[in-house]
């Protein structure tokens, strides 16, 4: 990738290839060198149902994997395999029909501008008090048609994940909640996607949210439970991001989140993407080409072998 294509709704710093791939200590030589070796990876494994990736996504890949070939051959592995293992996340349907409802409820909408260390902040506004149990695998799903548009066009170190739920009844929240599920959609987003979040932000007054983050907590892995944090006001949020970047809602100059919300959904629902999440959701895996040893070696513990859960 010699530079970044201009994006509708995503800006990026002048010099972010540069920035990015060193951090990870690649230049373009060994970035090309390092794509070659996962596309002759990529062609020899003859459980993958897709092969033809092009070398911009390989590429995002071995960044997510923090410049490793083999942490990218694993992520890709793991991306590939949840699509056949959990294929009610990832149905083919009518973007903007499906998830009217949803997108009115929740507004997931990635900031435009970086923050000034490289990362995107991921804003997730809750407009409703009631949250039904219907509601959250249309969220999990949501999300997943946002992240597959991101991970084919961002280019960021990670993301910030701000959860403004101040109009949210905590309590009905957690009662409603499917914990396998919300393990399950944090697999494919922490292990699928290999989203890097730098921290996990809710914003809310409510005293039951102790419940839901001990929950949640359970699910992350140490390094990641300590990254959750809760407020009870949006200043607490200067922080944490450059107050500039943030909507104005939050005090920011971004425009609003009732207009990025509009735009990220006539981003993701156009027929491009569409026809991207298609043929992406059908890049899972053919179990019967792949040998029972190396499925449960790689996969025990994964979905269907989750250790148990406790709700207080």
């Given amino acids: 990738m010699e530079s970044l294509p201009c994006n509708p709704i995503l800006k990026f710093k002048p010099d972010t290839l ?34 033809d990736f092009s070398r911009d996504y390989i590429e995002r890949t071995i960044i997510q994997g923090k410049g490793s070939v083999e942490k990218a051959k694993s992520q890709m592995d793991k991306l590939c395999t949840l699509k056949t293992l959990l294929p009610k996340f990832f149905k083919n349907c009518d973007i903007k029909t499906e998830f009217k409802d949803i997108s009115q409820i929740a507004w997931l909408i990635p900031l435009p501008k970086m923050t000034e260390d490289y990362c995107r902040v991921y804003i997730v506004k809750i407009n409703s008090k009631e949250f039904t149990s219907a509601h959250f695998m249309e969220y999990y799903r949501f999300n997943i048609v946002l992240y597959e548009y991101l991970k084919a066009t961002d280019y960021v170190k990670g993301f910030i994940v701000i959860h403004d739920w101040r109009d949210l009844n905590c309590l009905d929240l957690v009662t409603k909640m499917n914990v396998i599920e919300l393990q399950q959609f944090m697999t494919i987003l922490m292990e699928g996607y290999k989203a890097t979040i730098h921290g996990i932000h809710i914003i809310t007054e409510s005293k039951v949210i102790d419940l839901f983050t001990s929950t949640l907590k359970q699910i992350l892995s140490p390094k990641m439970a300590a990254r959750v944090h809760v407020y009870t006001n949006i200043e ?52 019967s080409r792949r040998s029972k040893l190396d499925f449960n070696n790689e996969y025990i513990g994964m979905p269907g072998t989750f250790r148990t859960l406790t709700v207080d």
């Fill in 18 to 51: 540069d920035v990015i791939r060193k951090s990870f200590n690649l230049d373009q030589r060994e970035l090309n060198e390092a794509i070659d070796r996962f596309e002759e990876w990529l062609n020899k494994q003859e459980h993958f149902v897709k092969k």
């Fill in 236 to 287: 607490s949020l200067y922080n944490i991001v450059e107050k500039d970047i943030l909507p104005v809602e939050y005090g920011g100059k971004e425009v609003s989140v009732e207009e990025l919300n509009k735009k990220w959904m006539e981003i993701i629902s156009t027929e491009e993407h569409t026809a991207y999440m298609k043929e992406m959701n059908g890049a899972c895996t053919d179990e």
